[in-house]
């Protein structure tokens, strides 16, 4: 038997034991389940050092001929790391700020540029473009997209009573957004339970060809 | 001295966050501003930031790694309860750093590679019976919507469901369906898929604002 075949069967255990779990929880599904994390974390290790640490290293603090400010920049992911660690003490943990505040800087810059360029600009345009070509579905969609975003407006006045309530044009409309959401959900969800009977079908397949050797 | 610090905090952020949004976002055609961002080279310092911030997660990576790896040490040298499973967790991991270890060093040349064995047969195939298992979860999930409270709105999301599942199959029975299930995902579903997406990508134009303005310094807690 060859070691692939080894891998084969390997995979049709493991689906069975996974699948055990349909009768409740039980020890095969657990052991399966921290097969799975141990793998998983040692693909992480090896991708992380391979594709992302090493390059990094060989290309600052090891590179040939280089000056000693690449090498200083090189040090600084490792230095910030450390500074990360430095959050669990309560003493010290002031100084895994700067790391955070580094990271948030450019998470920030990096989370607004493509929300507006990758999101708000390109839906913004279908959106209004949809109009002029197909009137009634373009204005459906128009109506869906508006009504949903006012569902998520939460600005209200305050009522002599103390409660805060929104205007009744806003309400009435986050109603239709709320009809819209909803229809979303659905669909998402009907997408969800499709793609894993998807799934389910192609193991089902694998553990009858196993079984039949096909 | 901990007012400085929480002011060299925000600074931090507020420099580094504006330095990488002009980088990124300033390119040809912007008069002055796209010639001051050239000639400062803020692309070329944009292009570090982000490279420094990747091997910094990775790093983090690997400290969550070896976090995890010796806590389930730990479970194993005390004899906690399921410490048999630690046991699997480790051998698992180390093993496939090891096998992949080996293989670099010409150790094992078998072609395909070990390591590629165990993630194509093994980790793949637990993965996908994982999400095949989804499916039980997902039909009791709809199952108990409609058992629990019947509202207009738990109605509208199960028809759309039935309609969109049944919609797909492949039967001349449900040809009709099977057009209102693509007008539903062309029109009402789409509207609804992109108010969402606008409205969280408004919520994070907002977040992001006030954080590069230094009006939330939630992250120095």
């Known amino acids: 038997m060859s070691t692939e075949q080894i891998g084969l069967w390997a995979g049709f255990v493991f689906t069975l034991m996974i699948f055990s779990y349909v009768l409740g929880d039980n020890f095969l599904y657990r052991i399966a389940v921290y097969v799975f994390v141990g793998l998983t974390a040692g693909f992480i290790t090896v991708v992380t050092v391979e594709s992302l640490l090493l390059p990094w290293v060989n290309g600052t603090l090891l590179a040939a001929n280089t000056d000693i400010g690449t090498r200083a920049v090189g040090l600084v992911p490792f230095i910030l790391g450390a500074l990360l660690l430095l959050k669990a003490s309560p003493r010290l943990g002031r100084l895994g700020n700067i790391a955070i505040a580094f990271i948030i800087g450019v998470g920030t810059a990096v989370a607004l540029v493509g929300a507006i360029t990758g999101t708000l600009l390109p839906l913004i345009a279908t959106t209004s473009s949809g109009v002029r070509v197909d009137v009634v579905n373009g204005f459906l969609i128009f109506l869906g997209v508006s009504s949903t975003l006012i569902y998520f407006w939460y600005l209200g006045r305050r009522t002599p009573i103390g409660e805060v309530r929104r205007g009744l044009a806003a309400r009435v409309v986050g109603v239709v957004g709320q009809g819209f959401i909803v229809i979303t959900l659905g669909a998402i969800y009907a997408g969800a339970i499709l793609t894993s009977l998807t799934i389910f079908s192609e193991r089902i397949s694998f553990i009858l060809a196993r079984i039949t050797g096909g | 001295m901990s007012r400085l610090g929480a002011a060299f905090t925000t600074a931090l952020v507020i420099v580094v966050g504006i330095l990488t949004v002009l980088g990124l976002a300033v390119g040809e055609g912007l008069g002055n501003l796209s010639l001051i961002v050239q ?183």
């Open chain 2, 39 to 221: 000639t400062r080279g803020l692309p070329v310092i944009t292009d570090l930031f982000l490279q420094v911030v990747v091997v910094t997660i990775a790093t983090t990576v690997i400290i969550g790694i070896i976090n995890l790896l010796s806590v389930h040490i730990s479970r194993i040298t005390q004899r906690k309860g399921g410490w048999v499973y630690s046991v699997i967790l480790v051998v698992s991991a180390l093993a496939v750093m090891v096998i992949t270890l080996l293989e670099r060093a010409g150790v094992l040349t078998g072609r395909p590679s070990l390591s590629a064995i165990l993630l194509e047969t093994v980790q793949i195939s637990i993965e996908s019976a994982l999400a095949g298992l989804v499916l039980f979860a997902l039909v009791y999930g709809a199952f108990r919507l409609m058992r629990r409270r019947v509202t207009w709105w738990a109605m509208l999301f199960t028809l759309i469901l039935i309609i969109l599942l049944l919609g797909a199959l492949p039967l001349p029975a449900v040809n009709g369906l099977a057009s209102i299930r693509n007008w539903l995902l062309a029109v009402p579903v789409s509207a609804g898929a992109r108010g969402i997406l606008l409205g969280i990508a408004l919520a994070t134009v907002v977040a992001g604002v006030r954080i590069l303005i230094g009006q939330d310094r939630s992250y120095r807690e």
